[in-house]
């Protein structure tokens, strides 16, 4: 009879059902791969193929339209706030939802409160997916032209 440490130590422990060594307790380091592989093969899929989570696709292109919030603080970004209206499921009333998304500025030109179109693209930084594709609307702009007018006008 052979002592219990010395199955422990070779991982032959045996069933309680039977007297024979358990299966699922002898494999060695490359066995639970093969046998992956067999279950694969019961169930009819290939292990070549790659499950559908793992494929990565890119993102469809996305341009989302808001209003810059916070400017400034980093160099080349820029906050902006994107609003959407949903539907209360039991009052029906419309709620305003927002969202911050951090978007690449290149040269620096928003300003805050600047109503602007921003697009997907691939990762800038750890959190910056979206780069500004257009100032639709500048507030300080607009005010800087009036007073120029106005200038030109009173000269």
């Not at 130590?9 to 066995?31: G, N």
Request: hydrophobic share 35%; charged share 25%.
């Amino acid at each position: 009879m052979v002592s219990t440490s010395y199955l422990y130590k070779t991982r032959l422990i045996r069933c309680k059902e039977s007297r024979r060594p358990c299966e699922d307790r002898m494999l060695s380091s490359a066995q639970p791969i093969a046998r992956a592989e067999q279950t694969l093969e019961m169930i009819g899929t290939s292990p070549s193929l790659k499950p559908a989570a793992t494929v990565s696709t890119p993102m469809p292109p996305m341009s989302l339209k808001g209003i810059v919030t916070k400017v400034g603080v980093m160099k080349k970004t820029a906050t902006v706030t994107v609003s959407r209206w949903v539907l209360h499921k039991q009052t029906g009333k419309r709620i305003e939802r927002s969202k911050k998304y951090l978007t690449h500025d290149q040269n620096n030109i928003l300003r805050i409160n600047d109503e602007v179109l921003i697009r997907n693209c691939p990762p800038v930084s750890a959190r910056k997916r979206f780069t500004l594709d257009q100032i639709l609307r500048s507030p300080e702009t607009q005010h800087e032209l009036t007073h120029k007018d106005a200038a030109t006008l009173a000269n």
